[in-house]
């Protein structure tokens, strides 16, 4: 009975908004054609990248070779060597986020829309954000690499600067979607725009901006690993020594760390966010 209930009720609904919900020829050409422009997109781009099906299947059996070879892991006389360069990298992403947080949250203010409304700085600041954003954080550690030389140095500065465009970005749009009410009763009362940003602002966007930096961390961990291979420090070089040499078994000990201290991370990160935002932690 209430299955049927139900159904007249939809039926009722769609008699009176049959405008709305219904999709004209139009409509339905337009979303056809997009999906046709799409699987044309993805025909073209497997034929670019040369996929194979017959070089996977074929692959695969390389794949298991190497697992073969990774058993079991152990490292050698090597384990406090590892142990040292895994907190280089954990330092390296630590500095690197903090540093970006704290360079990219003046950067965001000047650039969110409810807080400075001078349209010039703001299209400058958002489009410096997007150059620096988009060139990756392995480029940034190449060029610094150049600058500053090999070392943990350059992957701090290279986490650091591709974080900045990105973190800024986020701030900003964070802060333009605070709940204006706080803002228009300090300004009732007299304050000032700093007041306002202080009072009235500044508590809504910290919980998110916190968050966010915490999310970052926990991504760099990841990134830190990846521009140690190139020398910028970290786990990461002595993983890629150990695959040239073919050390699979040390091979497989390093990636068993990295696994264990990225999933340490993302629950400890989890954990906080929830505490931070209110949320249940996954």
Request: net charge positive; with cysteine; glycine share 8%.
């Amino acid at each position: 009975m209430s299955a049927l209930f139900r159904q007249d009720e939809l039926s009722s609904v769609a008699a009176r908004h049959a405008s709305a919900m219904k999709i004209g020829a139009p409509a339905r050409r337009r979303l056809w054609s997009l999906v046709a422009f799409c699987l044309l997109l993805l025909a073209l781009g497997m034929v670019e990248a040369e996929f194979s099906v017959s070089r996977i299947v074929s692959g695969l059996s390389r794949l298991g070779d190497f697992a073969l070879l990774m058993i079991p892991p152990e490292p050698g006389p090597n384990l406090p060597v590892y142990l040292s360069a895994l907190g280089e990298t954990l330092a390296i992403a630590l500095l690197g986020t903090l540093i970006a947080a704290v360079v990219a949250f003046p950067l965001s203010v000047l650039a969110a829309r409810n807080v400075l409304p001078l349209w010039i700085v703001r299209f400058i600041l958002r489009r410096t954000f997007d150059s620096i954003r988009g060139v990756d954080t392995l480029i940034w550690a190449l060029i610094w690499i150049g600058v500053v030389g090999l070392g943990p140095f350059a992957g701090v500065l290279a986490i650091a600067t591709a974080d900045i465009g990105a973190l800024a970005k986020l701030f900003s749009e964070t802060i333009e979607t605070a709940d204006q009410k706080p803002v228009e009763g300090i300004r009732s009362t007299g304050g000032t725009g700093a007041q306002e940003f202080r009072y009235g602002v500044l508590p809504q966007v910290l919980p998110v901006i916190a968050s966010q930096i915490l999310y970052y961390f926990e991504s760099n961990t990841r990134s830190a690993t990846i521009i140690g291979i190139v020398g910028a420090g970290g786990i990461g070089l002595h993983l890629s020594e150990q695959i040239r040499t073919l050390e699979w078994q040390r091979v497989a000990f390093i990636v068993l760390m990295i696994l264990i201290i990225v999933s340490v991370i993302d629950y400890v990160s989890s954990i906080l966010r929830a505490a931070i935002t209110g949320a249940k932690p996954v």
